[in-house]
């Protein structure tokens, strides 16, 4: 089964070369290219792709205005990552708020990029904790109500700790000594609680209503 891949970036050069490295691989396939988040609907609507590689930064509509939109309007959207010259951006922070899976530094090597195009195919989040924590710490806004509203059970809150050191379901029922799909079950509820599409919206929730802090 292939993976579809939309890719979104005003700069040609990186949309020839993430092409080349996706369309490379066997199980990978770009549908379609985009130079503006103004024609990413009817290629989406068009192509079904499961993973849009999004620029952050376009002149035209950018990669955050496109995500909202995107996940707002579509009964069942793609998967966005977003692909970023700089990790430490409040554009970054912003798209992964709007509902992005994660992020891709554009230095990123080949290798990584497809393994990340991979892993948010499969319904998980590309989640770097380091990263989410120097983003809310930099621009995050204090005082959210996500948690407080959520009612989450007292096992459900310790996933969600969890969940923000970046331990996978595997990892995560290893250190509570449970069965994985156990986790799945606490997982699936804490995102249908907060009202959010993935992991990395939940640890963002997290940050950002006190539960964990950027300090640790």
Known sequence: MTTGVLIVDDDELIRVGLRAIIDAQPDLSVLAEAADGAEVPPLVARHRPDVVLMDVRMPGIDGIQATRHLLATSAD????????????????????????????????????????????????????????????????????????????????????????????????????????????THVGNVLAKLGVRDRTQAVIAAYESGFVTPSG
């Open 77 to 184: 959207p793609p998967r966005v990552l977003v692909v970023t010259t700089f990790a430490n951006d409040e554009y970054v922070y912003e798209a992964l708020r709007a509902g992005a899976s994660g992020f891709l530094l554009k230095r990123a090597r080949p290798a990584e990029v497809v393994e990340a195009v991979r892993v948010v195919a499969a319904g998980e989040s590309l989640l770097f904790p380091a990263a989410i924590r120097q983003l809310v710490g930099a621009y995050g806004p204090a005082g959210g109500d996500q948690l407080r509203t959520a009612r989450l059970t007292e096992r459900e809150a310790e996933v969600l700790r969890l969940m923000t050191t970046g331990r996978s379901n595997p990892e995560i029922a290893a250190h509570l000594v449970v069965g994985v799909e156990t986790v799945k």
